[in-house]
């Protein structure tokens, strides 16, 4: 089976930089869009930067210029450097990965990292 792997949340100061990882493992196929998620207290999962397969990148508007999705097809992992931090990123962050892995058939399914805090705060 498929698992995600995230790593690299912690505690920064304001304008610092961290650097998140998502490694993907088990029976896979193909991995097509890679996703980063990010969920605040009181507040709603939102979308913060979604990377294709081809390599094509978008980012939510509140971190646009200041973080950077990129992903290592060979490793099957997709990171998310953070730059500039600001309170308001603090939150939960979720990897998710479209995955196709294949059995007696091709199955395309969304599989979810267990999530890393990244607080940031003086």
């Known amino acids: 089976q498929v698992q995600l792997v995230e790593s690299g949340g912690g505690l920064v100061q304001p304008g610092g930089s961290l650097r998140l990882s998502c490694a993907a493992s088990g029976r896979i196929f193909s991995i097509d869009d890679m996703t980063w998620y990010r969920q605040a207290p009181g507040k709603q999962r939102e979308l913060v930067a979604v990377?294709?397969?081809?390599?094509?990148?978008n980012y939510a508007d509140s971190v646009k210029g200041r973080f950077t999705i990129s992903r290592d097809n060979a490793k099957n992992t997709v990171y998310l450097q953070m730059n500039s931090l600001k309170p308001e990123d603090t939150a939960v962050y979720y990897c998710n990965a479209v995955i196709v892995t294949r059995g007696v058939r091709y199955i395309s399914s969304d599989y979810w990292g267990q999530g890393t805090q990244v607080t940031v705060s003086s």
């Open positions: 990377i294709t397969v081809g390599g094509s990148t």
